[in-house]
């Protein structure tokens, strides 16, 4: 079973930036294939970007493109995620997922979420 533990959440203005980690464990973290989601009140959880075993490959919601990037540090057992050009809609709770493949990553290990609040 794979642990995940998120960081960096926060308040902050529209416009402004913030930069969530994941720490994951229990698993050999470069066979991992790892995603943010968010949930906002009321919606239903989305993905928000994941990013391969290697960080070559990368996907990013439409809502996100431009603004948003995801990267990983193998060697440190860590995801990141660079979140610039906030927007009100941006706030939900934001959740590291790990799982195997793309395919499965809403199946897999989920980490307790970081809440992230855009104020206009």
């Known amino acids: 079973q794979v642990q995940l533990v998120e960081s960096g959440g926060g308040l902050v203005q529209a416009g402004g930036s913030l930069r969530l980690s994941c720490a994951a464990s229990?698993?050999?973290?470069?066979?991992?294939?790892m995603g943010w989601f968010r949930q906002a009140p009321g919606k239903e959880r989305e993905l928000v970007a994941r990013?391969?075993?290697?960080?070559?490959?990368?996907y990013y919601a439409d809502s996100v493109k431009g603004r948003f990037t995801i990267s990983r540090d193998n060697a440190k057992n860590t995801v990141s995620l660079q979140m610039n050009s906030l927007e009100p809609e941006d706030t939900a709770v934001y959740y590291c997922a790990a799982g195997t493949t793309a395919a499965n990553l809403r199946t897999g290990s989920w980490g307790q979420g970081t809440q992230v609040t855009v104020s206009s």
């Open positions: 229990g698993r050999t973290f470069s066979s991992l294939y």
């Open positions: 990013i391969s075993w290697g960080g070559s490959v990368t």
